[in-house]
């Protein structure tokens, strides 16, 4: 098979994006031998990666928002493959490939098709696996899907919570994570477990992540004493919310709870009370920028958004 052969899986909403077209041709125009495949259900990612590796591509994009890179990333990670990964990002948020240095421009991002793949860490837990980052917090739950209103209102905090009006509804539970020479128990509201850096569109929860370091960064966000008026100063005083954070790196961390967490894995739905997440070292060979800041070496700062 050509060196210069792969192919696009790419989300159906996608499907008439011009400018994913014009990309896709100019690349042919180039000499790449370029495939397009849509999805249209769930389980189609999964199955157009067998389908591709299957065929012998060496070389797979995967089109689409946060969902779509995860599951195609989980697809080949299981066949455990040599083929690499090219991040096309078309979703709102994008949170893994700004935090990587990744184009967002399509015809740019498809430009990684000529650089070298880096070999990636993925996280795990209850045998689903995340490129990006799972996201938990207890009553008002933890989504990527924040309105853009309550992001103008509450900046970095909108993800965390469903808006000022609603501080009565927020309460914490107890927890409890254990790792490595790490336990940390008490009142909990949020917590962000990442191979990459931020979540909900740009906001940064684990600012030192390393995709490549086998270890998961752990940012807790424990409970203040007097939770409304403690978070309306935060805020009054210029978003100082981000000291209160306690952080770890990891390879492993088992969380139980007094209740039900809620958690968003790359931006799908999870639930349970006793969970355990763990890294799955170089699981994935990925087409990064050299510099991105998600590499270890790299010496570029990272300014997400």
């Given at each position: ?129 995340f490129l990006n980052m799972a996201t938990g ?169």
């Amino acid at each position: 098979m050509s060196e210069r052969k792969a192919l696009l899986i790419l989300h159906g909403k996608q499907a008439l994006n011009e400018d994913v077209r014009a990309a896709v041709e100019s690349r042919r125009e180039q000499g790449w031998e370029l495939a397009v495949r849509l999805t249209w259900e769930a389980g189609d990612a999964r199955r157009l990666v067998g389908e591709a590796l299957a065929a012998g591509y060496t070389q797979l994009i995967a089109g689409g928002g946060d969902g779509t890179l995860r599951d195609v990333a989980e697809a080949m990670a299981q066949h455990a493959t040599e083929a690499s990964l090219v991040l096309l990002p078309l979703g709102t948020a994008n949170d893994f490939s700004r935090a990587a240095g990744i184009p967002l421009m399509v015809a740019e991002a498809l430009e990684l098709l000529d650089t070298a793949a880096h070999a990636i860490d993925l996280g795990e837990v209850d045998g689903h696996m995340f490129l990006n980052m799972a996201t938990g917090g207890f009553g008002s739950q933890v989504t990527a899907n924040t309105s853009e209103d309550l992001k103008k209102v509450l900046g970095g905090a909108a993800y965390l919570f469903t808006g000022l009006s609603r501080f009565n509804e927020l309460h914490a539970a107890y927890g409890e994570l254990q790792g490595p020479d790490f336990h940390w128990r008490g009142e909990l509201l949020a917590l962000g477990i990442g191979n990459g850096r931020q979540a909900g569109g740009g906001h940064v929860l684990c600012p030192q992540a390393l995709a490549d370091d086998g270890l998961l960064d752990i940012s807790i966000l424990p409970a203040p004493q007097e939770l409304a008026g403690t978070l309306r100063d935060l805020l009054a005083d210029g978003w100082g919310i981000d000291n209160m954070f306690v952080r770890a790196r990891l390879p492993w961390v088992e969380i139980k709870v007094s209740e039900g967490l809620y958690i968003n894995l790359d931006g799908e739905p999870m639930q349970g009370e006793n969970l355990r997440f763990s890294i799955r070292p170089a699981a994935l060979r990925v087409h990064l920028p050299g510099d991105s800041p998600l590499l270890r070496g790299s010496m570029k700062l990272s300014h997400p958004g």
